[in-house]
């Protein structure tokens, strides 16, 4: 009987995943990690910005499981040991962040935001109508969530295009790849998507030069990581009206400070990191057949390339 241990941020969230990877891998020993225990022989572990004190003590460990999509945080721990790390992919995320993306963005190209502030005053007040092409969507990273994401407004009517780290080719749809077509990408793009993994490659990505290339009353809505932000360059972007407004899930500190500018921000739109969030039976059904798969001595899907960062 194999034995597995997760490890997450809270006692709390610890002990309900303990519970449903229990039911998922009825045939091994699943464990709750607690502060100050020994070695429990674990071969695997599943986790979600675990303490830094499980590494020091499962040193058996042989794959971690990231209960999340981006593994930024993980790759960061400074004492992550040297073996296969894989993560979420899709997992019930992906109509999650299609949602949320044909949400803002018809919330904006259609008006509905200036519907409700109509209604609050009785006032019967049509906008003129919106064609699509005025709205052409970019999306930066063509993965398991922003392809789902580029399809879905692209099925909803409007332009898209996207753009990635390698060529794509039979998407339906413009895409442009590597830092060389990130400019032609940019000019045609009004409404920019962010779903790239924060890497040292993309930090800071969504800054003052970027900004300055997207076609005129720029949205920017990003769903992936705050890190990919230069903040003092989207405020000075949404200040002088460069770009009209901001969508942003993510920060680059999180929870996000009560004193922190975006707030009151008339331009920008917050959510708490709730985008697109991690589905327990999905999420236990990827791993407990990835586990199954290692198990079996054959490969599993979503192992994270340390050489990228993703
Ligand atoms: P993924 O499948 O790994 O896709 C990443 C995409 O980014 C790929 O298309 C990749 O290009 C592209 N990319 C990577 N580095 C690049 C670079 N330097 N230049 C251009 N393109 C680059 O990731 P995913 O599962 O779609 O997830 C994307 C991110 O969403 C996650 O990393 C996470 O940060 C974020 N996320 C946020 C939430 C939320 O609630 N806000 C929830 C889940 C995930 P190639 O295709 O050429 O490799
Ligand atoms: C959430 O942000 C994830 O990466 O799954």
Redesign the pocket.
């Given at each position: 009987m194999t034995k597995i241990i997760v490890a997450t941020a809270t006692p709390e969230a610890t002990r309900r995943w303990h519970t449903v990877m229990q039911a998922a891998l009825p045939g091994h020993e699943v464990i709750a990690w607690e502060p100050g225990q020994s070695s429990t022989g674990a071969r695997y572990a599943i986790v979600w910005a675990p303490p830094r004190a499980l590494f020091e003590v499962e040193t058996g460990l042989e794959a971690i499981f990231n209960l999340?999509?981006?593994?930024?945080a993980i790759l960061a721990l400074p004492d992550l040991p040297d073996i296969p790390v894989y993560r979420l992919?899709?997992a019930g995320?992906a109509p999650q962040m299609a949602e949320y993306v044909i949400h803002y963005l018809s919330g904006m190209s259609r008006g509905f935001d200036s519907y409700a502030r109509a209604q609050a005053q009785s006032r019967w007040a049509p906008l003129p109508a919106v064609r699509h092409a005025d709205w052409p969507v970019g999306v930066?990273?063509?993965?398991?969530?922003?392809m789902h994401v580029a399809r879905a407004v692209q099925a909803v009517g409007y332009p898209v295009a996207g753009?990635?780290?390698?060529a794509r080719e039979q998407t339906g749809f413009d895409t442009f790849?590597g830092a060389e077509q990130l400019p032609a990408f940019l000019a045609r793009t009004r409404v920019l998507v962010n779903?790239?993994?924060?890497?040292p490659?993309?930090r800071g990505i969504i800054n003052r030069s970027l900004l300055e290339q997207l076609r005129p009353d720029a949205v920017v809505i990003n769903?992936?990581?705050g890190g990919h932000v230069v903040d003092a360059d989207l405020l000075a972007a949404l200040d002088s009206g460069r770009v009209q407004a901001a969508v942003l899930?993510?920060f680059n500190q999180e929870p996000l400070s009560p004193e922190h500018p975006y707030w009151q921000h008339p331009r920008v739109r917050i959510t708490p990191?709730?985008?697109?969030?991690t589905l327990e039976a999905e999420a236990a059904e990827q791993i407990s057949r990835r586990i199954a798969q290692l198990e079996a001595g054959e490969p599993a899907s979503g192992r994270v390339q340390r050489e990228?960062g993703?």
């Open positions: 999340g999509a981006g593994v930024d992919e899709d995320m930066m990273g063509l993965g398991k969530l922003g753009w990635a780290r390698s790849h779903l790239l993994p924060l890497t490659q993309t769903i992936a990581r899930d993510v990191h709730v985008a697109a969030m990228t993703y």
